[in-house]
Nanobody, 124 residues
């Protein structure tokens, strides 16, 4: 069982940066690949990126490559999402999620545990 809590959301101007954090409970955190998703009102939940259990491999949606970076600290049970050059259309609730399935899972149903989400608002 893993419990996830996101933080760090807020209001940022277009072109600005924001760093989201996801704190996880449990002693087997490193056995989970972690993903970040986002969901805007009226839209489906969208894959943003993921990181392997060891932190050695990351994978991103094409729309965020080169601007977003995922990292993790297994000693602190934390995953970070650094977002740069944010666009107004990227305003959404951002979620972190955990899965024990093989890495590079991009569909929400492939993740077993979810946080409550944190709101990101990007003003134009």
């Amino acid at each position: 069982q893993v419990q996830l809590v996101e933080s760090g959301g807020g209001l940022v101007q277009a072109g600005g940066s924001l760093r989201l954090s996801c704190a996880a409970s449990g002693r087997t955190f490193s056995s989970y690949a972690m993903g970040w998703f986002r969901q805007a009102p009226g839209k489906e939940r969208e894959f943003v990126g993921a990181i392997s259990g060891s932190g050695g491999v990351t994978y991103y949606a094409d729309s965020v490559k080169g601007r977003f970076t995922i990292s993790r600290d297994n000693a602190k049970n934390t995953v970070l999402l650094q977002m740069n050059s944010l666009k107004p259309e990227e305003a959404a609730v951002y979620y972190c999620a955990a899965t024990k399935r093989l890495f590079k899972r991009v569909l929400p149903h492939e993740y077993d545990y979810w946080g409550q989400g944190t709101q990101v608002t990007v003003s134009s």
